[in-house]
């Protein structure tokens, strides 16, 4: 029996998971975590509060959003499902809130997958999904391997050697003993509610697969949506699910996240995608990667909470009710300006100016000037003039605290002269860059970025203006190339234009001769 400190601990406990009961059937809302985890407890992490049934979305779990994130999602996955999105990707699926949210908003079971590397979200998963637990070759210190084919005891077994690897705590402790002198109790109570979730989820499908993988998967489908809560602690699955060795299974093979460079590669891969992608982070005011739609001040510390996503305008869009139009269905509009003639002269004294143009005139140019066009979404479309012709147009985003990116250039096919090299120039100018940012990120952001896909190793496209610094293969399209550049601080577009005047001559000679 418990007796003093330990017996008033187990109270406030259940008083705490009562509170959370009540407030899930007053508010309706999604619970950021099943009951059977309010268990798991951070007295330390916490000030100003004795204990914390819940810890922050991210703080403990690879997939779970706070109440408020999830408020704002709803929306965006309805009007989704309205919209002709008709596959909705959860990786790194947790507690399956996103899958959760996904059939109350509109999507069928069967037309949800999901996958996760934990253990704890792979037995739920195969339990939502009538998947037998033997292929995973679960082992426990003080369980026996038939018990652990039931996934309610699994789970359980996990939460109690989880919590007994920091039992020298008195708080912890007690615990223990509540785990250990109630288990039917609590093993009961994690079957209903793996039933309850099964009752809503059962159809759709899982796997325990890395997240990257899964997203190879499904990135070319333009009727797919992502929602993506990778990790917001570097090795944060690994350190909150440790049990020091007393419990084991057969894990699939992963790659851990680094939120500090994870989500950069995340968006790197995304960024030309069919597939709108949703991405939960928490990081300081200005060093958010890819277009931000979302964002809560004070997740934890000096963080917020932000959601982000690969087609900004889109995103906005089904976020505000709005159901979207498929590239192909929008109506594309020239500019009233004549195009550059293929043989246009052009030399020190034309006259170069870069303007603002819509999405639907940047696209119009580029399916004209593309075969076999699939268009990326950018911030910032611009459109490249000479003497008052139409040149090229380039689009830009800002997907990194330090840096701009190039979604694509594309230029009027000239005889003489290479026009995508103009504009990449252009886009590297301080001058230029100044012009987009706010006077926070004008002193955040020192260089370009851009990313091709390309048959060879190598783009001469940037050649001699951008550096590469990443050299992907890809099964389908030869290679991944990511090129980046500092930003030129002083130079005008005249200078530019002269610079680029004189390299161009002198390719033009270099190539004369290679053809001698």
Not at 116 to 126: A, C, I, K
Not at 204 to 231: C, F, Q
Not at 240 to 256: A, H, I, N, R, V
Not at 381 to 393: K, Q, S, T
Request: include cysteine; proline fraction near 3%.
């Amino acid at each position: 029996m418990l007796e003093g400190k330990g017996k008033a601990h187990l109270n406030k406990v259940r008083y705490f998971v009562q509170i959370a009961r009540e407030v899930s059937k007053i508010s309706g809302a999604v619970p950021e975590q099943p009951l059977w985890l309010l268990y798991i407890f951070n007295k330390k992490e916490r000030s100003g509060a004795e204990m914390a049934f819940f810890r922050d979305p991210g703080e403990m779990f690879l997939g779970c959003l706070g109440t408020v994130e999830q408020r704002f999602l709803v929306t965006l996955i309805e009007t989704a499902a309205k919209s002709g999105y008709t596959r909705f990707v959860e990786p790194c699926a947790g507690t399956f809130a996103m899958a959760n949210l996904a059939v109350r908003s509109g999507f069928k079971p069967e037309q949800i997958e999901t996958s996760d590397v934990s253990m704890m979200t792979t037995v739920l998963g195969y339990a939502i999904t009538d998947q037998s637990l033997e292929p995973l070759e679960i082992h426990a210190q003080g369980f026996t391997d038939q018990e652990l084919l039931d996934p309610a005891t699994a789970l359980y077994a996990q939460m109690y050697l989880r919590t007994s690897k920091t039992a020298g705590n008195e708080y912890y402790h007690n615990m223990l003993m509540d785990l250990k002198y109630r288990r039917e109790e609590h093993i009961a109570s994690i079957r209903e509610q793996i039933e309850k979730t099964r009752e809503l989820l059962h159809g759709m499908s899982y796997r325990p697969l890395d997240m990257w993988e899964h997203l190879k998967e499904v990135l070319d489908d333009p009727h797919t949506l992502v929602i993506a809560n990778p990790p917001t602690y570097f090795s944060g699955y690994e350190k909150f699910y440790d049990t020091q060795g007393k419990m084991t299974w057969k894990e699939p093979e992963y790659q851990l996240f680094d939120p500090a460079t994870g989500h950069q590669q995340l968006f790197d891969m995304c960024m030309d995608a069919k597939a709108l992608v949703i991405c939960y982070q928490e990081k300081r005011v200005g060093e958010t990667v890819g277009h931000t739609i979302f964002a809560r001040s004070g997740t934890r510390a000096d963080l917020n909470s932000y959601i982000t996503t690969n087609r900004e305008e889109e995103a906005v869009s089904l976020a505000h009710g709005k159901k979207i139009k498929r590239s192909s269905e929008s109506k594309l509009e020239p500019l009233e300006c004549s195009m550059l003639p293929r043989d246009y002269e052009i030399t020190e004294e034309s006259k170069l100016s870069v303007i603002s143009i819509k999405a639907a005139q940047a696209q119009y140019y580029r399916v004209l000037w593309t075969h076999n066009f699939v268009g990326s979404s950018a911030t910032w479309n611009r459109a490249l003039l000479i003497d008052g012709y139409v040149a090229g147009v380039f689009g830009i985003s800002k997907m990194a605290a330090d840096s701009l990116f190039v979604w694509y250039v594309m230029k009027v096919p000239h005889e003489k002269y290479r026009l995508g090299r103009l504009c990449y120039m252009l886009a590297q100018n301080r001058e230029f860059t100044d012009s987009l940012l706010d006077d926070l990120d004008q002193e955040k952001v020192e260089k370009i970025r851009t990313a091709m896909l390309t048959k060879y190793p190598e783009n001469k496209e940037v050649r001699g203006i951008m550096k590469l610094v990443s050299r992907v293969q890809d099964k389908q399209n030869g290679y991944k190339l990511t090129y980046e550049a500092p930003l030129i601080e002083g130079r005008s577009e005249k200078e530019t234009l002269k610079e680029w005047l004189r390299r161009e001559k002198q390719w033009q000679e270099n190539r004369a001769k290679a053809m001698k």
